[in-house]
């Protein structure tokens, strides 16, 4: 079985993007081996209140059940409680903060008060650490890079919290996970989408120093080619059951 933990539906503003909507999505799921796939609602990330998608994103997850919804929560706005009993409700897999496309404090008091309700009520937060490469960003999307010590910082807010970090490198993740506790390194789960694999190995390398089972499959797809993902582990040096534990295992245990 494979998840996709790291996808999205929906257009992107800032250039033209085939393959947003949610049929398109589930056939490149098909022509790439994906079971199920973790969705996000992509235009919430620009809006000024990204849970305005989550309806829409519930909706559209309900008509196609090998999609599961990830809501967007922004814990500066009033409700945002609401909006994260509702996606327990729904039985999302996870909610997303991404405080530096909402223009917020990355550890501030807003987020860490959703970090400890994420925590208390079982459901892991996801974060992106980037959408694109900023050599090809359009000039008005200005949202800061999510830096390491946020996400160390947040990991520490709250013991109970657990934590999918998606589109991050090497160094990011070596950084955050060299520099926490056994414990807090236990609750961070990476995604693969933005670590080079062969002929670097810098996948390789990460498997070896911190484990297979702090990582998860994510393509980022529709932004992302979904065949990447795939790709990389097929050119991997992988011991028995890793595969299987990147593919689909470890996201069970994370939204168990």
């Known amino acids: 079985m494979r998840i996709d933990v790291n996808s999205f539906v929906g257009s992107y503003p800032f250039r033209r993007v085939p393959g947003t909507s949610a049929e398109a ?22 809006w000024k209140d990204p849970a305005e998608g989550n309806a829409w994103l519930l909706g559209t997850t309900r008509q196609h059940p090998r999609l599961r919804p990830v809501p967007a929560i922004h814990p500066g706005f009033v409700g945002w409680e609401a909006a994260l009993a509702a996606a327990v409700e729904a039985g999302a ?12 404090d990355p550890t501030g008091a807003p987020l860490r008060s959703l970090a400890a309700a994420c925590g208390a009520s079982g459901i892991p937060l996801a974060l992106a650490v980037r ?10 999307d200005r949202a800061e890079e999510l830096p390491p010590w946020a996400v160390r910082a947040l990991v520490r807010s709250d013991r109970a919290l657990r934590l999918l970090v998606t589109h991050a490198d090497r160094p990011f993740i070596e950084e955050v996970h060299f ?19 062969p002929p670097e190995d810098h996948l390789q390398t990460l498997l070896r120093t911190i484990g297979a089972e702090r990582f998860v499959f994510g393509t980022g797809q529709p932004l992302r080619l979904p065949e990447n993902g795939g790709a990389k582990l097929d050119l991997l040096d992988l011991g028995p059951g890793e595969r299987d534990a990147i593919e689909s295992g470890n996201a069970m245990m994370l939204q168990a």
């Open 179 to 197: 520099g926490s506790t056994p414990d807090e390194a236990a609750r961070i789960w990476w995604d693969i989408s933005w670590i080079w694999g």
């Open 25 to 46: 999505l589930l056939a490149a799921m098909d022509r790439t081996g994906i079971d199920a796939a973790w969705v996000t609602h992509l235009p919430g990330f620009f």
């Open 93 to 104: 897999p996870a909610v997303r903060c991404d405080p530096t496309f909402y223009g917020i």
């Open 131 to 140: 959408l694109e490469d900023g050599r090809q960003r359009h000039p008005n």
